[in-house]
């Protein structure tokens, strides 16, 4: 699986999008991009995943560039409750080994 | 809808014990995988179970074992605990023919002293 690269931490005002970079430029074309965040003393939680097309659900939109060398998590409107550290990661299929990263410590400030 | 449940979610044992820890994965789901988490670092993958079979293995030593039930539900096992087996150890759960994520239960603290 393909090693990603995220910054280490990032600060969002309350109420404004957050765009969580993620490099994979290692990455097969049958790796996902998996998101996913943590809340402190909490278990992982999956946020979203993506092939080669953008994704979005109802926590986040995935753009994934057309060379799949890198991805932008983004949260529409953060609130204080978005305050966790998010990790990028590449798999392939769904049966593999999670692999993470040191992640992004995302800080929501009001 | 219950999710992922993890038993015990605090424990305390003595350096050199064994301990077995529970997990019940989410309903539908049929793939069990394993996590260590020390203070600080991301999760480290330990093992999967998939039809009651290891699957897959990470870099830990023979002294984490687990097993997987006809139920889907999971037990990890680690003997002759160390110091530096503290840790919160993290059960995911998730459907192997299908591409939906890995759902993670809260955990175990466990303090080797």
């Known amino acids: 699986d393909a090693k990603t690269t995220q910054p280490t931490s990032m600060d969002c005002a309350e109420g404004r999008a957050a765009n969580l970079p993620c490099n994979h430029s290692?990455?097969?074309?049958?790796?996902?991009v998996y998101w996913y965040r943590q809340i402190h003393s909490q278990g992982p939680q999956y946020i979203i995943h993506g092939l080669k097309n953008n994704e979005t659900n109802e926590m986040a939109s995935l753009i994934i560039t057309e060379d799949r060398k890198s991805s932008t998590l983004i949260l529409p409107h953060a609130t204080l409750r978005d305050t966790a550290v998010y990790y990028c990661?590449?798999?392939?299929?769904?049966?593999?080994?999670?692999?993470f990263g040191q992640g992004t410590t995302l800080q929501v400030k009001p | 809808d219950a999710g992922v449940t993890q038993s015990p979610t605090h424990l305390i044992k003595t350096r050199g014990q064994q301990v077995t820890l529970r997990c019940s994965p989410k309903?539908?789901?049929?793939?069990v995988s394993w996590y260590q988490q020390a203070l600080g670092q991301g999760p480290q993958f330990i093992f999967q179970?998939?039809?009651?079979?290891?699957?897959q293995r990470g870099n830990f030593p023979d002294r984490f074992s687990g097993h997987q039930f006809p139920n889907y539900s999971s037990e990890l096992n680690v003997n002759a605990l160390l110091l530096g087996d503290s840790a919160l150890y993290l059960c995911a759960s998730s459907l192997a023919e299908k591409n939906y994520g890995y759902t993670f239960g809260s955990g175990t603290r466990l303090t080797v002293v």
């Open positions: 290692t990455i097969s074309g049958n790796e996902y």
């Open positions: 990661i590449t798999l392939r299929g769904n049966t593999g080994k999670l692999i």
């Open positions: 309903s539908g789901h049929d793939t």
């Open positions: 179970y998939y039809e009651e079979e290891e699957r």
